[in-house]
């Protein structure tokens, strides 16, 4: 579903971010992206979510390289995707209904059928009671539910999540890993970076490593690990 | 297609809800639309009657066809026939030569110096001739139908008289030309304050439009609520302009007619110009589209570069 082959990328003036990686991820995984702050993690999501293009390799998202794709075919590659940011992105001007229903305003469905589909959206991450509540009285933990809720409204197979639960206490951040695993059982595609091993414990899941821009691999976890050392296996596709 | 149609419904929605929050600001744009539209739709009003008024005046043009001193009954028939066809000319009457002498001797009773003059000539002089308006006051117009009458065979000489219709017409040509200018000019000046207007609204939405590009919108999504800002502006703009512009007309008539009135005529202004307000509707809408599709390109590519 995503192939990575040789991808590199360098922003102008700055050393390489990420140095020849490859890797494949197939449809209904869960991939936790992980690496000291600054390795790559969030660069190497933007480039699956098609907002970076690789300076050289190539970037394959159902099969089509994303550099040889027009721009004006991007914004229906990236509706494949839901997207959930660290900072959650929300918009502090409209309440949590309206800024869920963004993504279906944007594919154009019916005021009826969205209305639907958010409090759905709003059910599942459980603040449906908060339909007209503005995001700023939100607690953070609230906050990136409602981001989630976004990024999920518009039934992405692929959910790409930027250290989600980066700025949430432990209890909230499990919250936050139980919903993911719960959209992962239902078919979703889960990439998840984050800089602390919390919440990974639970299952045996994929990690990709990233160390300076260099790609590790090790497929299974143990149920504790320590990141640094963790890595044990080159990744070569 | 219902996906293009819901994206325009959500579209003016949003537009018609910012509105409503920001009424004040919005009534001001369109008032300066409206204020900068009305002044060369006045301008093109007054010249318009102006050059109306002219064609009021349209009997007082008339070319004068002499016709040769040997004139048979036969060619004035003739050149009676080739008038006729002429769809140029308005009306035309013949008087013949007797006709026009026993008018010089009427109007020369009273005076003896001229009626005895004419008493010595003893043979009339004066030839057959045709007296004929055109339909239009225009003077190249009336030039070119001169000469086309003065080259009917049996016709001695044709006269304009349209010196004055000349100066009028080139005063007139000014003022279309200052009406231009003036609407370009205002034109421009829309532009830019309709483009500065959508470029602020859209600082405001920055983190929208930023958010939305993340998941999946296309340019033409964003841009879509601001080309409606603009063409709504356009056309409250233009409406109340409309508004103006008739009411400006209702105060003049209320002079114009009591001078009408005064020379006999029944001249006013038309308060209802359909082609006109169509005209300034219009020309305010594409104005509006014009300049929030400029600020709105220009925007986007900064916050996609950003």
């Known amino acids: 579903m995503i192939q990575f082959d040789q991808v590199s990328k360098r922003y102008p003036g700055s050393d390489q971010i990420l140095k020849n990686v490859s890797f494949n991820i197939g449809a209904g995984e869960f991939v936790y992206v992980t690496g000291h702050s600054g390795a790559g993690k969030s660069t190497l999501l933007k480039l699956i979510a098609a907002t970076e293009l690789p300076t050289s390799g190539t970037v394959l998202i159902a099969h089509q390289n994303v550099s040889k794709l027009k721009s004006s075919a991007i914004p229906f590659l990236r509706r494949r995707f839901g997207l959930i940011f660290q900072d959650h992105k929300l918009l502090y001007d409209r309440n949590c209904f309206e800024n869920v229903i963004l993504p279906l305003r944007i594919n154009g469905v019916s005021e009826q059928e969205a209305a639907k589909r958010v409090r759905a959206a709003l059910d599942k991450v459980g603040l449906l009671n908060k339909e007209k509540v503005m995001p700023i009285t939100l607690s953070g933990g609230e906050q990136q539910r409602l981001a989630i809720a976004r990024a999920v409204v518009s039934r992405p197979s692929i959910l790409l999540a930027d250290e989600p639960t980066g700025n949430l206490d432990a209890s909230y951040a499990a919250d936050i890993m139980a919903i993911f695993q719960a959209f992962n059982q239902v078919g979703v595609t889960v990439i998840m970076s984050t800089h602390d091993a919390l919440g990974m414990s639970a299952n045996q899941s994929r990690v990709l490593h990233l160390d300076h821009g260099l790609l590790t691999e090790n497929p299974f976890m143990q149920k504790t690990l320590n990141l640094e050392t963790a890595p044990t296996e080159k990744f070569s596709s | ?306």
Not at chain 2, 170 to 193: E, M, N, S
Not at chain 2, 200 to 223: C, H, P, W
Not at chain 2, 244 to 257: A, L
């Open chain 2, 1 to 306: 297609m219902i996906t293009w149609l819901n994206h325009h419904l959500q579209a003016i929605k949003l537009v018609l809800s910012r509105m409503r929050s920001n009424l004040l600001s919005t009534f001001m744009i369109c008032l300066v639309v409206g204020v900068a539209m009305c002044l060369p739709s006045l301008f093109y009003l007054a010249v318009d009657n102006l050059s109306k008024l002219t064609d009021h005046m349209k009997s007082e043009t008339e070319i004068s066809l002499f016709l040769k001193l040997d004139a048979t009954a036969a060619n004035i028939a003739e050149i009676d026939a080739v008038l006729a066809k002429n769809t140029a000319i308005y009306q035309y009457h013949l008087v013949t030569k007797d006709e026009a002498w026993q008018q010089l001797q009427e109007k020369s009773k009273d005076n003896p110096n001229i009626s005895s003059a004419i008493g010595q000539l003893g043979k009339n002089p004066l030839p057959d001739a045709f007296y004929i308006q055109a339909k239009s006051a225009d003077p190249d117009t009336l030039e070119t139908l001169k000469n086309t009458l003065q080259s009917i065979p049996g016709v001695e000489q044709a006269i304009l008289n349209a010196d004055w219709a000349k100066r009028l017409a080139t005063l007139l040509g000014i003022g279309k030309k200052l009406t231009f200018f003036i609407t370009a000019l205002l034109a421009i000046v829309l532009l830019v304050i309709i483009g500065n207007t959508v470029r602020m609204q859209i600082l405001t939405q920055k983190d929208e439009i930023e958010v939305s590009y993340l998941i999946g919108a296309t340019n033409s999504f964003i841009r879509m609520p601001f080309l409606y800002a603009g063409v709504l502006y356009g056309l409250l703009g233009g409406v109340l302009s409309v508004l103006m512009v008739g009411g400006i007309i209702q105060t003049f008539n209320y002079s114009i007619m009591e001078i009408s009135r005064l020379y006999g005529s029944d001249f006013s202004l038309k308060i209802v110009n359909a082609e006109l307000y169509l005209m300034i509707i219009g020309l305010a809408i594409a104005i509006g589209w014009m300049g929030s599709y400029l600020a709105v390109t220009r925007a986007i590519s900064a916050i996609k570069i950003s």
